[in-house]
């Protein structure tokens, strides 16, 4: 009897929803909700045996709710990235961390980036960080098409010595609380070297986006014009961009100029050692003069 009573319903809701869209509902002994940052799950208890009917774009179904609903809005982002200044080797130098000179506070908050997130720590929260990076989501078709219309998110962030970006705690992943639509592409930004664009979507494993910026000069969007074979192997971004325009040019020698001799968190210091010196210029300005941004507007 309870079969054929579902039978009837079925038959006979298509015509008194005509031009209407009802949502989803359940009557059920047993229930509940719970949603927390990045999830949510519902669920429903019913009768061990069930069945589903449908017709055209009714559904009606008996038993535990089908499907369970699990909606993840939350992307967890994995990158690795290189800065050509500090790297000497196979990983970056912490002299700004060891020098005490790191800021507390996010750096971001100046033209050209005018981020406005208010990420801060009481302590500088790994010995293995270099400096701070702004990390910018977008969310495009293609990266060509990912410019800065298409951005969903940013999140000032620590960057290790082994190019790890890490969230305030100096370990975890960067978590964002977005959903993409189209393909996610990042971008990573630094103080005095060239921002950098991710060429391909990022790749997506058991809810982890990952990518690797130092594998090959392709691994950044147009990668020939605005970044650089730092090692062996390894690539990464390319400094003395001192004023952060996106152009290595004479205007950036003239700041470093301005500076050289001074100690501290400088634009002018180009290798991240706390001191700006010829190093800065012959090392890492005089190699760069050609290149500029990549990352489309």
Do not use: C
């Not at 774009?57 to 994995?78: A, E, K, M, R, Y």
């Not at 790297?87 to 033209?111: C, D, E, F, R």
Request: glycine share 10%; no cysteine; aromatic share 8%.
């Amino acid at each position: 009897m309870k079969k054929f009573f579902h039978l009837i319903l079925i038959s006979i809701i298509p015509g008194l929803l005509t031009g209407q869209s009802i949502s989803p509902s359940v009557i059920t002994s047993a229930g509940n909700y719970h949603e927390g940052t990045t999830a949510s799950v519902s669920w429903t208890l019913g009768e061990i045996a069930t069945e589903t009917y449908t017709a055209g774009n009714v559904i009606l179904t008996q038993g535990f709710q089908q499907p369970i609903s699990i909606s993840i809005t939350g992307i967890n982002v994995d990158v690795l990235v290189y800065l050509e200044g500090p790297y000497s080797g196979s990983a970056m130098n912490t002299g700004l961390n060891a020098s005490g000179v790191i800021p507390l506070a996010q750096p971001y908050n100046t033209v050209p980036w005018s981020y406005s997130g208010t990420e801060t720590v009481t302590t500088i929260p790994n010995a293995d960080v270099v400096d701070w990076v702004l990390v910018e989501l977008r969310d495009a078709a293609n990266a060509a098409s990912a410019t800065s219309s298409t951005r969903v998110a940013r999140q000032a962030a620590f960057l290790l010595k082994n190019g790890t970006v890490v969230g305030l705690n100096g370990t975890a992943n960067l978590q964002f609380n977005n959903s993409i639509t189209q393909q996610l592409y990042v971008v990573i930004w630094h103080r005095n070297h060239l921002g950098v664009l991710s060429a391909n979507a990022l790749s997506q494993a058991a809810g982890v986006y990952s990518y690797n910026f130092s594998t090959a000069m392709t691994q950044a969007y147009n990668g020939g014009a605005g970044y650089k074979l730092i090692g062996s192997g390894v690539y990464g971004m390319a400094g003395g961009d001192n004023d952060a325009d996106g152009d290595v040019d004479l205007t950036d020698k003239a700041s470093w100029s301005a500076n050289a001799g001074t100690a501290g968190y400088k634009p002018s210091d180009f290798d991240l050692n706390s001191q700006v010196n010829n190093t800065d210029k012959n090392d890492v300005w005089v190699e760069n003069t050609t290149l500029t941004n990549q990352v489309p507007n």
